[in-house]
């Protein structure tokens, strides 16, 4: 089954305790990306890759790094995450970075206290 | 800046009716206008993209229309039903920066018998 799958689903952790959000598809897509949803606020862009060791920022990339070593995975890492980076946290693919439709993960559901 | 709004927070219709919803845009033309579905606690499902030079685009019971002249993007769901019930969500991307995705905050649409 095509699909965008990422791990966990559900986190709770403590402020500045390193994590990592990984995020893997199987449809052989150029692009994928991370975007984090709070309530008011929409869906917004943390970061994106058009390929292999190419990416690029988002509108909200304060405090997140991410990596693309390998075609399907897209990992979000926090070094020291606040509170602040609660949220629900999205991971898309594209077959096309020029705009075309994107298939979303399930999310993750991050809470730093 | 760039922003996207979807003015409705809400919209309440009855089955069978059509439901229209609007999204629109500030600035600069966006290359591309898509449409996502959410149900709650999942990720965005595209339904329908239209291209700047497109007026209208179709897929089944739903139709999107693009006006540039009112930077506006009107998404219709004719025959509605209970089941498509969820959260709409606008997004553009602008030329040139294609793979920069923008989403607007959302319509909930609630359809009742």
């Known amino acids: 089954e095509a699909q965008v799958t990422q791990n966990p689903r559900y986190l709770i952790t403590v402020t500045g305790k390193k994590l990592t959000v990984t995020c893997s598809q199987n449809m052989n897509h150029e692009y994928m990306s991370w975007y984090r949803q709070d309530p008011g606020l929409g869906l917004r862009q943390i970061y994106y890759s058009m390929n292999v060791e190419v990416t690029d920022k988002g509108d909200v990339p304060e405090g997140y790094k991410v990596s693309r070593k390998e075609k399907r995975n897209f990992p979000l890492i926090l070094e020291s995450p606040s509170p602040n980076q609660t949220s629900l946290y999205f991971c898309?693919?594209?077959?096309?970075?020029?705009?075309?439709?994107?298939?979303f993960g399930p999310g993750t559901r991050l809470t730093v206290t | 800046s760039q922003k996207i709004e979807q003015n409705s927070e809400a919209l309440n219709i009855q089955e069978g009716k059509t439901a229209t919803l609007t999204c629109n845009y500030t600035?600069?033309?966006?290359?591309?206008l898509q449409w996502y579905r959410q149900d709650p606690g999942r990720g965005p499902v595209f339904l329908l993209l239209?291209?700047?030079?497109?007026k209208e685009k179709r897929k089944e019971r739903l139709k999107v229309t693009f006006d540039t002249t009112l930077k506006q993007s009107l998404f219709h769901i004719t025959a509605s039903q209970p089941a498509d019930s969820a959260t709409y969500l606008c997004a553009r991307s602008l030329t040139g920066t294609a793979s920069k995705l923008t989403f607007g905050t959302g319509t909930r649409l609630q359809v009742t018998l």
């Open positions: 600035n600069y033309s966006p290359a591309y």
């Open positions: 898309a693919s594209s077959p096309s970075g020029t705009g075309g439709e994107q298939y």
């Open positions: 239209i291209r700047e030079n497109e």
